[in-house]
């Protein structure tokens, strides 16, 4: 019996035990539920802040971008007013004058109501339907502006002529018969002059029409096969007094106002097609060498076409150049030369004097350059041609000619101005710098 009761332990201390196991075990279990409901609230409580931050976070925006919004439209709601009301004092109470051909202020045209002849019509006369300022402030005025622009290239319907050209060069070779505007751009007691455009040089004799049924025989007395521009004559005394009265003389003025977006008009045959008006803007302007000259060329928006031939006018009705289809200048769009360029070969061409020659190609140096670059004022010899008055002078590359007859001289058109003012044969003084050394040549011009 002894030994049976050391094999087992005492059954109360057994109890003991078990009940003291159950009793951690619940307390584990316990802390275990509190621990999970602790991290569970520490995360909905972390999830609420950030709730509610963002909830202050999107209020807060919303009200900085409601104030922007409402500042940015008090803003454009201002200035929208003060354009509103610049445009109508600059419309209704501000006149914009209109330049003349030396920049000074000249009244903005107006239209007469009293008729006057054709034959009192003075060349600063200014065309009817010119283009106001008011006309380019408003979309609507659009159609009424095309309208204008077309009555002002109709208005050199007085002073457009064309060409029946017999067109028979100097080799014997013939040609079929062509037509190519004229401008008449001069006149005096006994005669009209005009300047022809697109005849190539390839004639010896021309017809001149006027409108649709009367034509007459001119003298050619000048051209310019390069370019081919000529200059013509035509006896008043040939015309009927009703037609010599219905004719009137072209402005010629100049380009130099011309810029980028200034609208223009082509009238003659700017699209091969005769009396035809064409209108565009200014794209860009280039200068090219030429002997003896400098030809700045103006680019347009208008398409290009082969045939192409006629004269240019700004807004006021006035001549600024002589379309080109020259192939340096590109085949995209039209593009014409400055008047400023031209004038005077066919002023020199009206008087007899024939297509001048010197014989150089040079680059102007006005003084503000000069002094920029360190360099003489005047025309820095490029090229001079060896077979020429000029090379016959004692001219050479590299040298800059600074006075003609005592003159300052600045650019190339300055030059030819200067030549067609001396004549053919004339002899004139040349001032150079050569290697830093003043020289004073003898020169005379030929015609070619």
């Known amino acids: 019996m002894g030994t049976s009761d050391n094999l087992h332990d005492d059954p109360e201390k057994e109890n003991e035990k078990l009940s003291d196991e159950k009793r951690e075990r619940a307390e584990r279990k316990k802390r275990r539920i509190e621990e999970k409901k602790q991290k569970k609230k520490a995360a909905e409580d972390k999830d609420r802040f950030i709730r509610e931050t963002l909830k202050i976070d999107h209020k807060n925006n919303l009200r900085v971008y409601s104030r922007r919004v409402g500042v940015t439209l008090l803003l454009a709601l201002f200035f929208g007013m003060v354009a509103g009301v610049t445009f109508f004092v600059a419309n209704h109470f501000i006149s914009i004058p209109y330049l003349d051909d030396n920049g000074k202020g000249m009244e903005t045209p107006t239209v007469s109501t009293s008729e006057t002849p054709a034959a009192e019509r003075s060349q ?22 095309s309208k204008k622009l ?14 029946t050209v017999n067109s028979a060069d100097d080799t014997g070779v013939n040609y079929p018969d062509s037509l190519v505007p004229g401008l008449i751009f001069d006149e005096d007691d006994e005669h009209y002059y005009i300047v022809a ?22 003298d050619m007395l000048g051209e310019d096969k390069n370019i081919g521009l000529a200059v013509f004559s035509a006896e008043k005394s ?25 609208l223009v008009i082509a009238v003659g045959c700017p699209d091969g097609c005769l009396d035809t008006v064409v209108t565009g803007i200014v794209t860009n302007t280039m200068d090219f060498q030429s002997t003896d000259n400098e030809i700045k060329i103006i680019k347009t928006d208008i398409p290009y076409y082969p045939q192409a031939s006629g004269f240019v006018s700004d807004i006021n009705g006035r001549i600024v150049g002589i379309i080109t289809t020259d192939e340096r200048t590109g085949k995209g769009n039209m593009s014409f030369i400055s008047i400023d360029s031209l004038r005077s070969e066919i002023l020199g061409l009206e008087a007899g004097n024939g297509r001048l020659y010197f014989g150089i190609k040079g680059t102007g140096v006005d003084k503000e350059k000069a002094e920029e670059d360190n360099l003489t004022p005047g025309i820095y010899i490029d090229q001079v041609d060896p077979e020429s008055p000029a090379f016959e002078s004692g001219l050479r590359n590299a040298d800059t000619i600074t006075k003609i007859n005592g003159n300052d001289i ?39």
């Open 124 to 145: 600063t006369e200014t065309v009817s339907n010119a283009i106001m300022p008011e006309d380019l402030t408003t979309l609507q005025g659009y159609e009424d502006v």
């Open 150 to 163: 077309a009555g002002i290239g109709n208005s050199f319907n007085d002073s457009i002529t064309s060409f």
């Open 197 to 218: 455009s697109g005849a190539d040089g390839k004639y010896s004799k021309s017809s001149m029409q006027v409108g649709d049924d009367f034509s007459v025989a001119v």
């Open 238 to 262: 040939d015309f009927p007094e009703e037609k010599a009265q219905s004719l009137k003389k072209a402005l010629l003025s100049d380009s130099a106002g011309l810029i980028r977006g200034n």
């Open 410 to 448: 600045s650019s190339m058109n300055e030059f030819n101005s200067l030549i067609y003012n001396i004549g053919k044969g004339e002899k004139f003084d040349i001032a150079i710098v050569r290697n830093n050394e003043e020289k004073i040549l003898t020169g005379k011009v030929s015609e070619k």
